[in-house]
């Protein structure tokens, strides 16, 4: 079955302005959870969604925000862009139910701020 | 921050056995340890996870000290498709009440397969 589906998978932004990116979880899966990727910081966090609900949250600041729908595909937002949002951005499904804790992720969006 | 320790870079000479460390001195009882792998420019990948058994799959070796403190993953006979980075990650089980989606990543092993 198609894995984890994210686009655009590169996108170019000046500072200022909004992104969006986009996640398509496995079929059947209904949890998505969000991570940056940069150098500096390694894998952080962002939030995780389920039921259209978001269950957890990183640290980050409220210019990053996210939303799942009904089909269980999720969105994140960054607004204000700043030079240091440039990153991978991955998104990663699980079934909820199951106790193994498998994640499964994306090839990611790579962003860049100029 | 992440609850783990593990060499930054380890090389394994292809078609040995790579045998990766994680100290993980501060687990708790409801904690389990998982391995993840991301190769260059993908996704992290599931490896393998464990709460105190050992365990082994078709990718990979866990093997868990009885005090559970420290933790071993071993690729039995590594290719050069095993170069990766290599995430050992503690986490509370699902079953007990804990997060699916947040894994704490720490910096991870360079593992390189040289042949």
């Known amino acids: 079955k198609a894995g984890v589906t994210q686009t655009p998978r590169y996108l170019i932004k000046t500072r200022g302005q909004q992104v969006t990116l986009s996640c398509s979880p496995i079929?059947?899966?209904?949890?998505v959870s969000w991570y940056q990727q940069t150098p500096g910081q390694g894998l952080q966090f962002l939030f995780e969604y389920f039921s259209e609900t978001q269950r957890n949250k990183g640290n980050f600041p409220g210019r990053f925000s996210g939303r799942q729908f009904s089909n269980s595909r999720s969105e994140m937002n960054v607004s204000t862009l700043e030079l240091g949002d440039s990153a991978l951005y991955l998104c990663?499904?699980?079934?909820?139910?199951?106790?193994?804790?498998?994640?499964?992720f994306g090839e990611g969006s790579r962003l860049t701020v100029l | 921050d992440a609850k783990t320790t593990q060499p930054p870079s380890m090389d394994c000479a292809e078609g040995r056995a790579a045998n990766l460390p994680c100290n993980h001195s501060t687990i708790s009882g409801n904690e389990y340890v998982y391995w993840y792998r991301q190769i260059h420019s993908q996704g992290p990948q599931y490896i393998i996870h464990?709460?105190?058994n050992n365990e082994t799959n078709e990718m990979a070796s866990l093997i868990i000290t009885e005090d559970r403190k420290s933790s071993t993953l071993i690729l039995p006979h590594a290719t050069l498709r095993d170069t990766a980075v290599y995430y050992c990650i503690v986490r509370v089980g699902m079953n007990y009440g804990g997060s699916q989606g947040n894994l704490i990543f720490g910096k991870g092993t360079k593992l390189s397969v040289k042949p």
């Open positions: 990663a499904s699980s079934l909820r139910s199951q106790n193994t804790g498998e994640l499964f």
């Open positions: 079929s059947g899966h209904r949890s």
């Open positions: 464990g709460l105190k």
